[in-house]
């Protein structure tokens, strides 16, 4: 059994910051690559940020040069910050990992975080 458990959702103001955090657990023998995506209301989910075990990262153009990715391999952790945050950042933010088992490699999500922008 594995799981992914976020934290640092919230509610902040336009142009204030964020971190989100999403941490794996269970019955893990390797994790690929790990991302975050959000769906707004109304609206399909979609990629934020992702990025490789080996560190490589891609982000949605609507988040360059504000949101970073990381991840911490020893703790199985994955890493938003969001920085000079926008109304249209609102959204709930999922976190996702492609996970090996000594199983299988499965693709897990986490239960989601809800980040408002509002004044």
């Known amino acids: 059994q594995v799981q992914l458990a976020e934290s640092g959702g919230g509610l902040v103001q336009p142009g204030g910051s964020l971190r989100l955090s999403c941490a794996a657990s269970?019955?893990?023998?390797?994790?690929?690559?790990m991302g975050w995506y959000r769906q707004a209301p109304g609206k399909q989910r979609e990629l934020v940020a992702a990025i490789t075990s080996g560190g490589s990262t891609n982000y949605a153009d609507s988040v360059k040069g504000r949101f970073t990715i990381s991840r911490d391999n020893a703790k199985n952790t994955v890493y938003l910050q969001m920085n000079s945050l926008k109304p249209e950042d609102t959204a709930v933010y999922y976190c996702n990992a492609d996970i090996s088992t000594v199983v299988a490699a499965y693709d897990y999500w986490g239960q989601g975080t809800q980040v408002t922008v509002s004044s």
């Open positions: 269970g019955s893990i023998f390797s994790i690929n690559a």
